[in-house]
């Protein structure tokens, strides 16, 4: 079974702070990872991807992937109470997607 | 902009009806997806297509069938509903290849009373 680890939270951080949400991953044949934010009731929703290592940057958002440690994360900047959410860490390997079970941050105004 | 639409928002169902969860995506993606998501227990995958009439069980398959007769739909059957199958169902397509991403419909929040 492929697993994929991430801390369930609840993370809070203050509005504007720096929210750090992180992932492991069991398969090092892992060749794409996701990350997914959901709201409460809602669809996850596509808002990073990363494929080689190193950092990729897209807005407020950095997406950080280290293949050797298994390990990959992401960074907030100047978070906001919008950003407020379930965030979901995915890997693929082969066809299939593989789910960590979410982070839940709370950004307090 | 990916669009993968699922027949219904909120279902409610009695114990031991036939239950239909329709999923059409518009990118003529090959695969396909369902998932159903309960607290505490993340995404957890049913069943899946690479292809028209082709299927594969996921991780939790017992209860559910799927039907894709045509590339962009693909059906999740519960046979017989059961209150253990009350749960977030989500339908998902993604292109061929290692670096292709997955596209979430909006969901179906399923209530087997």
């Known amino acids: 079974q492929k697993e994929v680890e991430q801390n369930s939270g609840p993370l809070s951080v203050p509005e504007g702070a720096i929210a750090s949400l992180n992932c492991t991953y069991s398969d090092r044949g892992s060749q794409s990872f996701f990350w997914y934010r959901q709201y409460s009731g809602k669809s996850p929703e596509l808002i990073m991807f990363?494929?080689?290592?190193g950092d990729k940057e897209d807005g407020r958002f950095t997406a950080q992937l280290n293949k050797a440690s298994q390990y990959v994360s992401l960074l907030i900047r100047d978070s906001q109470p919008s950003d407020s959410a379930t965030y979901l860490c995915a890997v693929k390997g082969g066809n299939q997607f593989y789910f960590g079970t979410g982070t839940s941050l709370t950004v307090i105004p | 902009d990916v669009k993968v639409t699922q027949s219904s928002r909120y279902l409610v169902k009695r114990t031991g009806e036939k239950v239909f969860l329709e999923c059409v995506q518009d990118m003529d993606h090959e695969n396909m997806f369902w998932y159903r998501q309960d607290p505490g227990l993340g995404l957890r995958l049913i069943y899946f297509s690479y292809d028209v009439k082709m299927k594969e069980k996921g991780d939790i398959p017992e209860g559910y069938s799927v039907s894709r007769e045509k590339k962009e739909r693909f059906s999740l059957i519960l046979e017989s509903a059961s209150t253990n199958q009350t749960s977030m169902y989500l339908c998902?397509?993604?292109?061929?290849?290692?670096?292709?991403?997955?596209?979430f419909g909006s969901g179906t929040q399923l209530s087997v009373l």
């Open positions: 998902a397509s993604s292109f061929e290849g290692r670096n292709e991403k997955l596209f």
């Open positions: 990363i494929y080689s290592n």
